[in-house]
Nanobody
Framework: QVPIVESGGGLVQPGGALRLSCASSGTRLDAYAVGWSRQGPGKEREEIACISGDGKSTYYASSVKGRFTISRDKTKSTVNLQMNSLKVEDTAVYSC???????????????????WGQGTLVTVSS
C-alpha cells in the first residue's frame, strides 16, 4: 500500500466550492491511477472519481459528474479534487487511494481500490 494524506476539507455553504488534495509522503503518485471516494453518515462508501497515471483518462460517478473535477499536478506529484456547486448531500469524509489495478472497458477507465486513506471531512451546511 502507498501511504497517502488527504487535506483541504472543511465547512462550506451550499453552492460553494472546495478543493481537496491527495499526496503521498513516501512515493510519487504519478506512477499510479488515483481515485477519490466518500462516505457520508450511515452511508456506504461511494467511489466518485479516478484519474489514470498519465492524467489522460478520468472517471466520475454520476452523482458528481459536471460538478467535481479530478486533476494531477505533476510538479507537486499530487492529485486534486475540485468540488463546485456543493450540496448538503455532499457532506462526507473524502478519501483518496492509489488503485491496485485499472482496466479500460468500453473505452472507459475503471479503477479498483483496496485501502483508502484516513480522509478529510467536508461539511456542506448553511
Amino acid at each position: 500500500q502507498v501511504p497517502i494524506v488527504e487535506s483541504g476539507g472543511g465547512l462550506v455553504q451550499p453552492g460553494g466550492a472546495l478543493r481537496l488534495s491527495c499526496a503521498s509522503s513516501g512515493t510519487r503518485l504519478d506512477a499510479y491511477a488515483v481515485g477519490w471516494s466518500r462516505q457520508g453518515p450511515g452511508k456506504e462508501r461511494e467511489e466518485i472519481a479516478c484519474i489514470s497515471g498519465d492524467g489522460k483518462s478520468t472517471y466520475y460517478a454520476s452523482s458528481v459528474k459536471g460538478r467535481f473535477t479530478i486533476s494531477r499536478d505533476k510538479t507537486k506529484s499530487t492529485v486534486n479534487l475540485q468540488m463546485n456547486s456543493l450540496k448538503v448531500e455532499d457532506t462526507a469524509v473524502y478519501s483518496c487511494a492509489a488503485a491496485s489495478f485499472v482496466s479500460y472497458l468500453g473505452g472507459k477507465l475503471s479503477c479498483n481500490f483496496e485501502d483508502w486513506g484516513q480522509g478529510t471531512l467536508v461539511t456542506v451546511s448553511s
